[in-house]
């Protein structure tokens, strides 16, 4: 299974972009890197996901390294609302299918 | 559309009783997966299900838990004999498909209190 590393915590001023970068080094060619936030008391959020090429949404951007080695999930103006753990987590396939194994995460502090 | 529904969104047992949680997956997806969250740990895979199937318990523990996904109606986790240990944050997932770059969607989640 390939593991992910992420920062254990982040701070971000209200306003600035908020970059979370994650490490996932051992990642195999067809699996993909997932982005999940959970907010106190909440279910999980999805915000993103990627291959190879960098993504963006209405939430969020996810620049992945040439390599894939790493990845950097990017709000581009974080609001209060965006404190949650946020969660970068590779596909595993097995059999066809696949599960999703979070990690610890980065809890991300957004400040005024 | 509405998105993963789990109900009841709490629920309080007593030890030795048993604990029922559902979960109706968004409309159009067949594919459901339920997670346990301990209280301060990350969410644990337990099971995935298709309609009437059992595709992978390799997260669940072997006595006590069951689920099942029937033709009709929603997914349920049963737990039985509950003890304190089962206290957690149940959450419930579904996808259209299981493969590469399919989506869980996760719901609210089901706060398991056991006295």
């Known amino acids: 299974d390939a593991k992910t590393t992420q920062p254990t915590s982040m701070d971000c001023a209200e306003g600035r972009a908020a970059n979370l970068p994650c490490n996932h080094s051992t990642i195999s060619g067809n699996e993909y890197v997932y982005w999940y936030r959970q907010i106190h008391s909440q279910g999980p959020q999805y915000i993103i996901h990627?291959?190879?090429n960098n993504e963006t949404n209405e939430m969020a951007s996810l620049i992945i390294t040439e390599d894939r080695k790493s990845s950097t999930l990017i709000l581009p103006h974080a609001t209060l609302r965006d404190t949650a753990v946020y969660y970068c987590i590779v596909r595993v396939g097995r059999s066809g299918y696949s599960t999703l194994t979070f990690g610890k995460g980065t809890m991300l502090l957004v400040s005024p | 559309n509405a998105g993963v529904m789990q109900n009841p969104r709490h629920l309080v047992r007593r030890r030795g009783q048993e604990a029922r949680l559902r979960c109706s997956p968004m409309?159009?997806?067949?594919?459901v997966y339920w997670y346990r969250q301990l209280p301060e740990e990350g969410l644990k895979f337990m099971v995935y299900?298709?309609?009437?199937?059992?595709?992978?318990e390799s997260g669940m523990p072997k006595e006590r838990f069951s689920a099942e996904f029937p033709k009709e109606g929603p997914s349920i986790l049963r737990i039985q004999q509950v003890v304190r240990g089962d206290s957690a944050a149940y959450f419930c997932?579904?996808?259209?498909?299981?493969?590469?770059?399919?989506?869980?969607?996760f719901g609210p989640g089901t706060r398991l209190l056991v006295l």
């Open positions: 409309k159009g997806h067949s594919h």
């Open positions: 990627g291959l190879k």
């Open positions: 997932a579904s996808s259209p498909r299981n493969r590469e770059g399919e989506t869980q969607y």
């Open positions: 299900l298709q309609k009437e199937n059992i595709i992978d």
